[in-house]
């Protein structure tokens, strides 16, 4: 597959926002449910959301990977949370590069970037990164990723990241569910709709979750908000499966042909491309499904890859794709 094409299909999906996890801990409209679930990580009791200041990161940063929610508190401790279905071991050396980024993005806003040559030391929020899993496979309550676990040398390094894995499905670290109301809400819905769509669709399923969570925020914002609460979750309940069926034959494509590459070219780099190919392909397959599928229209399956209607539909067909009848 030619850079070109990789270019597209790894551009950021520009509505990432459009999640449910972030639309209730990552925007100002909710800032207490962050830092609620800020304090009952951290034993904290701050009660002004105006000490809260959001600065994810909106724009592509590499190989169009984003930041889910990233805040600074109190000008003391830079926060940066992921919400993810499925497992990844890579998020201490994807944090390290949203770190750089977060760090010069707070030195412009601040005016110190003459600091940084100054004779006294140029102080900056200590980082805390957390990844919130809700995935399906088996994880750990805890567990803890560390940068150097991906050294390619056994020497140790010079730098150091570790980032900390929560199992957040309902049941699991039950003592931070309780901690925090909108984040046992949110666990409950979830687990609710999980259980609900083994017997029923999963419309059915999502609204009779919302109907039986208990009375608060989370349950006020999916009944006010219903119709784009359950595309929202519905995309992302899809966006599990179709990653976990074809991660693996994506790999496997990708692989074989970053050796083909590799050899042609006699280039060091060629099985890295070759697996990053994959998981470009298995990200464009799932797209390919759901919209054979019905589930989504070809304008949202373009605009999240970043591409023409046009260009996706020819990707579709030259991929063995049936083609929506009404476009």
Request: charged share 25%; proline share 3%; glycine share 6%.
């Amino acid at each position: 597959m030619k850079k070109h094409i990789l270019r597209h299909l790894f551009r950021i999906n520009r509505r990432h926002k459009d999640r449910l996890f972030i639309r209730l801990f990552g925007t100002e409209k909710f800032k207490e449910n962050a830092l609620s679930l800020y304090n009952a990580l951290s034993n904290t009791n701050y009660t002004n959301p105006d000490d809260l200041e959001f600065n994810t990161i909106e724009d592509v940063l590499y190989m169009g990977m984003h930041n889910d929610i990233s805040f600074i508190l109190c000008e003391s401790e830079i926060s940066l949370w992921e919400q993810q279905s499925t497992f990844n071991p890579n998020m201490p050396l994807r944090n390290l590069i949203y770190l750089g980024q977060l760090y010069s993005k707070y030195l412009k806003t601040k005016h110190l970037e003459k600091s940084l040559y100054s004779s006294k030391i140029c102080t900056v929020p200590a980082p805390k990164l957390i990844v919130f899993y809700n995935g399906t496979s088996d994880q750990p309550e805890r567990n803890c990723l560390r940068l150097s676990d991906a050294f390619s040398d056994s020497k140790a390094g010079d730098v150091e990241v570790t980032v900390s894995c929560l199992n957040i499905n309902y049941g699991r670290n039950q003592e931070l569910l309780d901690s925090c109301t909108p984040l046992h809400d949110y666990a409950l819905f979830i687990s609710l709709v999980r259980d609900y769509n083994r017997a029923m669709s999963k419309k059915a399923a999502v609204a009779r979750a919302i109907s039986e969570l208990p009375d608060g925020i989370v349950k006020q914002y999916l009944e006010a908000h219903k119709t784009e609460a359950t595309n929202m979750f519905l995309a992302e309940y899809d966006e599990e499966s179709i990653l976990l069926a074809h991660r693996r034959d994506g790999y496997a494509d990708g692989k074989a042909d970053g050796i083909a590459i590799g050899e042609t070219k006699g280039i060091a780099i060629g099985k890295s491309e070759g697996i990053a190919i994959g998981e470009a392909r298995g990200r464009a397959d799932g797209y390919f499904s759901m919209v054979s599928k019905g589930r989504i229209t070809v304008a949202e399956a373009s605009e999240d890859l970043g591409i023409s209607e046009n260009e996706f539909l020819q990707n579709m067909s030259a991929a063995g794709y049936k083609l929506p009848e009404k476009v």
